[in-house]
T-cell receptor
Framework: ETGVTQTPRHLVMGMTNKKSLKCEQH?????MYWYKQSAKKPLELMFV???????ENNSVPSRFSPECPNSSHLFLHLHTLQPEDSALYLC???????????FGPGTRLTVL | QKEVEQNSGPLSVPEGAIASLNCTYS??????FFWYRQYSGKSPELIMS????GDKEDGRFTAQLNKASQYVSLLIRDSQPSDSATYLC????????????FGKGTTLSVSS
């Protein structure tokens, strides 16, 4: 256990559905991240939040919408996804944005 | 563009041998370096961090850093089948508030 939890662990959704992924960290960290990892591919950084403000957005499609209501919680809102969005979505946190990151267990997303 | 280069592998070693994983980076301002291990379908877990030139040992793992040559390596002594995983190299940048830069990972296979 790294102190970072993610729910749900598995999600299957249709292309017209709207769903949200949740991440919570119990480490007192100030930075949180969303990554996408497709099968047998490297990590792709999606969003970085530091002190609840978005500081990096790596050209992610607008069908992915992050929300960081406080330093312990991070959401990824999903709508009208495509089958190619099926992947493992990982949340991570760190004390500061440039520090060691600790990952949650991930959400395995399948878009039908 | 700041990059981290790793040989994707697979690197195959017999049980009990030393596995040597290498990583080069382009950002001369990088200060902190990390090795993560990722089992298939799981999230990355931090196994080593190194900040100064030289060697750092932790059990069967030794991280080596050479900032002048811009490389960092991970040696795994007495390799076990349970070490079979993808190993990700990561480093900080010299820009505060910027997330870690991850390599694409090297897949290690230890045969019994």
């Amino acid at each position: 256990e790294t102190g970072v939890t993610q729910t749900p662990r598995h999600l299957v959704m249709g292309m017209t559905n709207k769903k949200s992924l949740k991440c919570e960290q119990h480490l007192g960290h100030n930075a949180m991240y969303w990554y996408k990892q497709s099968a047998k591919k490297p990590l792709e950084l999606m969003f970085v939040y530091s002190l609840e403000e978005r500081v990096e957005n790596n050209s992610v499609p607008s069908r992915f919408s992050p929300e960081c209501p406080n330093s312990s919680h991070l959401f990824l809102h999903l709508h009208t996804l495509q089958p190619e969005d099926s992947a493992l979505y990982l949340c991570a946190s760190s004390q500061k944005a440039e520090d060691t990151q600790y990952f949650g267990p991930g959400t395995r997303l399948t878009v039908l | 563009q700041k990059e981290v280069e790793q040989n994707s592998g697979p690197l195959s070693v017999p049980e009990g041998a030393i596995a040597s994983l290498n990583c080069t980076y382009s950002d001369r301002g990088s200060q902190s370096f990390f090795w993560y291990r990722q089992y298939s379908g799981k999230s990355p877990e931090l196994i080593m961090s190194i900040y100064s030139n030289g060697d750092k040992e932790d059990g069967r793992f030794t991280a080596q850093l050479n900032k002048a040559s811009q490389y960092v390596s991970l040696l795994i002594r007495d390799s076990q089948p349970s070490d079979s995983a993808t190993y990700l190299c990561a480093h900080t940048t010299n820009q505060a508030g910027t997330a870690l830069i991850f390599g694409k990972g090297t897949t290690l296979s230890v045969s019994s």
